[in-house]
């Protein structure tokens, strides 16, 4: 899963610090380097603890689908406004 590039954007910290929660062996410069791409994300997870795909895909994935989610209804909510 690759974010959406504006969401990466703005709301960067927060996704780091959410997956930083999750697996705290992750620093700043390695989730950087990603550049918010969830394969190299996975790939750093891996890299430090050793776990398969399916340990931590999921939860991986329902992060990164969080904040995508909240970017759609704030677009949504946003034409919404626009069109009263």
């Known amino acids: ?3 959406n ?3 990466i954007k703005g709301k960067w910290r927060e996704i780091k610090g959410e997956v930083q929660k999750a697996w705290g062996k992750l620093t700043d410069d390695d989730l ?3 550049k ?3 394969k190299a994300i996975s790939g750093l997870i891996q890299q430090k603890y050793g776990k398969t795909k399916e340990g931590y895909d999921k939860k991986l994935t329902g992060i990164l689908k969080r904040f995508e989610d909240q ?3 704030a677009v949504k909510e946003v ?3 626009l069109k009263h």
Request: no cysteine; aromatic share 0%.
């Open 5 to 7: 590039e504006d969401t």
């Open 1 to 3: 899963m690759k974010l």
């Open 32 to 34: 950087d380097k990603t």
């Open 71 to 73: 970017k759609e209804k």
């Open 36 to 38: 918010g791409d969830a």
């Open 79 to 81: 034409k919404k406004s």
